[in-house]
């Protein structure tokens, strides 16, 4: 019996599961880290077997070793963006602005209730803003700006009343842009340059009728 126990917690020690949850948001990262190129090594301390990523450099933790901020805006990164990076439950800042990340912006960034500020601006991302952005109702800043992004701008990030800056410019989007709730404070600034966006301060650059052309 007493045996059977001491076995019992000798496995749950050793059990690699364990090892491998206590780093789970260093795994979401080091996810991250496998998904782009990284000619100036600006991840090279990013160590998967250390117990936290919090001594990895680009990387800041809050006092329980949670993951707050992950800045690497203009660090040469080219790639792909994963969804394991909306696993970072408290991360506040992802600012990857100035950089060459390209494909889609995962869905799952809408899981990170926490985020304040989203810097995806000047990279190459392609598909549409996903519409579970409207979960992230601590969000102040969203940057977007200067990608190749596509489709509709969802009509639930309306809902998103922290917004303070709202920045879509530069992509190709299309339909008309919201004009309620938190984007009535928002001036044709913020979406400015999206040739197929109609909406009444941009009359003027309606080219075509975008109901069809608008998937
Ligand atoms: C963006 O993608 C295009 C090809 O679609 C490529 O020519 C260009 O160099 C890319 N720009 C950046 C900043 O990665
Ligand atoms: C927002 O989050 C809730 C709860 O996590 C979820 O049920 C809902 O589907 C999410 N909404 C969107 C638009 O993703």
Avoid at 70 to 98: M, T
Avoid at 163 to 182: Q, R, V
Wanted: aromatic share 10%; with cysteine; hydrophobic share 40%.
């Amino acid at each position: 019996m007493e045996t059977t126990l001491f076995l019992a917690i000798f496995l749950l020690l050793l059990d690699p599961f364990n090892v491998v949850s206590a780093n789970f948001e260093g795994d979401a990262l080091f996810a991250f880290r496998r998904a782009v190129k990284d000619p100036n090594n600006v991840l090279q301390s990013w160590d998967p077997t250390l117990v936290d990523p919090c001594t990895w450099f680009h990387v800041t933790c809050d006092d329980d070793k949670r993951v707050t901020r992950l800045d690497l805006g203009h660090a040469k990164l080219s790639g792909y963006l994963v969804p394991e990076l909306g696993r970072l439950q408290r991360l506040q800042f992802l600012e990857l602005y100035k950089n060459d990340l390209m494909g889609p912006i995962p869905k799952e960034l809408g899981d990170l209730k926490n985020l304040v500020s989203l810097g995806l601006y000047q990279n190459n991302l392609t598909g549409s803003i996903p519409a579970t952005f409207s979960n992230l109702s601590n969000i102040k800043f969203l940057r977007l700006n200067s990608n190749k992004l596509t489709g509709r701008i969802p009509r639930e990030l309306t809902k998103l009343r922290n917004l303070k800056i709202l920045d879509l410019s530069n992509n190709d989007l299309c339909g008309t842009f919201p004009t309620s709730g938190s984007f009535s404070k928002f001036a044709e600034e913020s979406f400015k340059n999206n040739p197929r966006l109609e909406g009444p301060e941009l009359m003027g650059f309606v080219r075509y009728d975008t109901g069809e052309s608008c998937k």
